[in-house]
C-alpha cells in the first residue's frame, strides 16, 4: 500500500513539475525537456547499452568456460549371477543401489583461426555504431525542436503582422464612422470596411489555430502530454547566423554521426569476414577438471566401485569437409561489406549534395533579407501614410485597402524568409554535426 501511494505520489509531483515548466519555455529548455523524455532516444539509448554490455571478452569467447555436474540415481533391480561352481549362483530380487557422478570441467580455447579477436573487434565496433547512432538521433531530435520553436516564432511573428492590419482596420472603420456623423462617408464604405475587418479577424482566429497546433507539435516531440501543458515561449526572435562557409561546412560532414554508424557498418562487415573464414580452421582447446563416481550395490561381484581425481587433455577439431558452407557463407560475407560500402558511399553523396542545395538555400535567404526588411519597413511606412491621408480624405478605402494588403505579404515574406534562412542553418549544422544550444 506503501509504495502504490508513493508512485501516485511520484506521478503527480511530476505532472506538476511538467505544468510549471511548460508555463514558459526557452528553446533550450524545450530541447533539454526532449533529449530526456523523447521515446526515441530512450529505445536507442537502450539499444547502446546492450550493445556496451556485449562489448566484452567473454561474449567473444576469449575466456574459458567452466561447469559443475553431479548425478545420483537409485536403482532397485534383480540380480542373477552364475559361476562354473553352480552352488554359488545367485539371484536375488529388491537390490539397492547408489550411483553418484560429480565433475567440475573447464575449458579455453587456445586458437581458433582468430575468431575471437575478430568477434571481440566487431562487438566494439557496433558499440562506436550504436554511439554514433545515439547521437544521430540527439541530433536530428535536437534539430526538430528547433524547426517546431521556431516555427511557433514564425507564425506569432505573422499574428502580429495580421493584429496590425486589424488595428489599421478598425482605424479606418471608426473614421468612416466619423464621417457619416458629419454626412461626408456613405453607406458602401462602411459596409465594405466592416467586410474587411470581419475577414481580418477570422484571418487572425485561423492563425491562432495555427500556432495552437505548431505548440501540439512541439509538446509531442518534447513527449509532454498536450493535455498537461500550456506553453508561452520565451524566445521570440529569429536570428540566423549569417558566418556559415561551403567549405568548413563540406568538410565537417564526414563528422556526421549517420555517416560515422555508417562508416562502422563497413568494419563491422569486415570482421564477420573475419569471423566466417576463421571457421574454417582447426580450433584448439585446453581442457581440466575434476571428476568423482561411485557405484554401491547391495549384492554382485562389486559392492563398492568409486573413482576419483583430476585430468587434463588438449582437443583439436579439424573441419574436414561441410558441405561447402564455411566456403559459401564467406563469399556471402564479402558481399555483404561490398554492399555496405555502397551504402556508405550512397549515403556520403547524398549528404554531400543535400548539403549543397541546403547551402544555396541559405546564402540565397540571406542575400534577400536587406531587401525584404526594406520593402517592410517601407510597407510599414506607406500604410501610416496612407491611413494620415484616408483621414484627411486625399485617399480612397481602396488605396488604404492596397496599403494593408501590401503591409500583410511583406510581413509574411520577411518572416518566411526569415525562417527559411533560420532553418537551413540549423539544417547544415546538423549536417556538419556542430548542432548546439
Known amino acids: 500500500m506503501q509504495k502504490i501511494f508513493s508512485s501516485l505520489l511520484l506521478v503527480i509531483v511530476l505532472i506538476l513539475g511538467l505544468n510549471a515548466s511548460a508555463q514558459k519555455t526557452s528553446l533550450k529548455n524545450a530541447i533539454e525537456i526532449a533529449l530526456k523524455n523523447n521515446y526515441d532516444i530512450r529505445i536507442v539509448e537502450n539499444t547502446a547499452a546492450i550493445a556496451k554490455n556485449n562489448n ?19 536403482t532397485s533391480s534383480t540380480l542373477e549371477q552364475q559361476y562354473t561352481d553352480p552352488t554359488r549362483n545367485t539371484t536375488k530380487s ?23 579477436q575478430a568477434t571481440k573487434e566487431r562487438l566494439a565496433a557496433i558499440e562506436n555504431q550504436s554511439n ?16 517546431q520553436y521556431y516555427n511557433i516564432v514564425r507564425q506569432q511573428v505573422y499574428l502580429n503582422t ?90 565537417k560532414c564526414f563528422q556526421n554521426p549517420d555517416l560515422q554508424s555508417a562508416d562502422q557498418q563497413v568494419k563491422i562487415n569486415q570482421l564477420i569476414e573475419k569471423e566466417t573464414r576463421a571457421l574454417m580452421y582447426p580450433t584448439l582447446r585446453a581442457n581440466t577438471g575434476y571428476n568423482f563416481s561411485s557405484s554401491k550395490s547391495a549384492a554382485g561381484f562389486s559392492l ?40 556508405y558511399h550512397s549515403l556520403l553523396e547524398d549528404m554531400l549534395t543535400n548539403t549543397s542545395k541546403t547551402y ?33 480624405g486625399q485617399a480612397t478605402i481602396v488605396d488604404v485597402k492596397q496599403a494593408q494588403q501590401s503591409f500583410e505579404n ?15 542553418e540549423v539544417e547544415l549544422k546538423r549536417l556538419s554535426n556542430q548542432l548546439s544550444f
Not at 566484452?56 to 540415481?73: F, K, Q, R, W
Not at 554514433?132 to 524547426?147: D, R, W
Not at 564455411?326 to 555496405?340: E, H, L, Q, R
Open 56 to 74: 566484452d571478452y567473454g561474449v567473444a569467447g576469449a575466456l574459458p568456460t567452466i561447469s559443475a555436474t553431479g548425478n545420483e540415481n537409485k
Open 94 to 116: 529388491g537390490v539397492d543401489g547408489t550411483t553418484v557422478t560429480a565433475g567440475l570441467s573447464a575449458s579455453v580455447v587456445l586458437f581458433n583461426g582468430y575468431r575471437i
Open 132 to 147: 554514433a547512432i545515439l547521437k544521430a538521433q540527439i541530433q536530428n531530435t535536437t534539430a526538430t525542436i528547433m524547426q
Open 162 to 251: 495580421i493584429q496590425k492590419s486589424i488595428d489599421a482596420s478598425q482605424q479606418r472603420l471608426d473614421i468612416i464612422v466619423a464621417k457619416q456623423k458629419v454626412g461626408v462617408a456613405n453607406e458602401a464604405d462602411f459596409l465594405q470596411s466592416s467586410l474587411d475587418l470581419n475577414a481580418l479577424v477570422q484571418a487572425k482566429q485561423n492563425q491562432l489555430l495555427v500556432i495552437s497546433q505548431a505548440k501540439e507539435d512541439l509538446l509531442n516531440t518534447m513527449a509532454v502530454p498536450t493535455h498537461l501543458a500550456e506553453i508561452e515561449l520565451t524566445d521570440t526572435s529569429l536570428v540566423v547566423d549569417k558566418t556559415l562557409a561551403y567549405d568548413d561546412i563540406r568538410d
Open 304 to 343: 563398492l566401485n568409486e573413482t576419483y581425481g583430476p585430468y587434463v587433455g588438449i582437443n583439436l577439431a579439424i573441419p574436414l569437409y561441410a558441405g561447402g558452407a564455411s566456403k559459401k557463407n564467406y563469399k556471402n560475407a564479402k558481399i555483404n561489406t561490398a554492399s555496405a560500402n555502397w551504402q
Open 360 to 392: 544555396q538555400a541559405y546564402q540565397t535567404s540571406v542575400k534577400q533579407l536587406p531587401t525584404e526588411e526594406q520593402n517592410y519597413q517601407m510597407s510599414q511606412s506607406l500604410l501610416k501614410l496612407v491611413m494620415q491621408k484616408f483621414q484627411l
Open 410 to 424: 511583406a510581413g509574411f515574406r520577411l518572416v518566411s524568409l526569415v525562417y527559411t534562412a533560420k532553418i537551413a
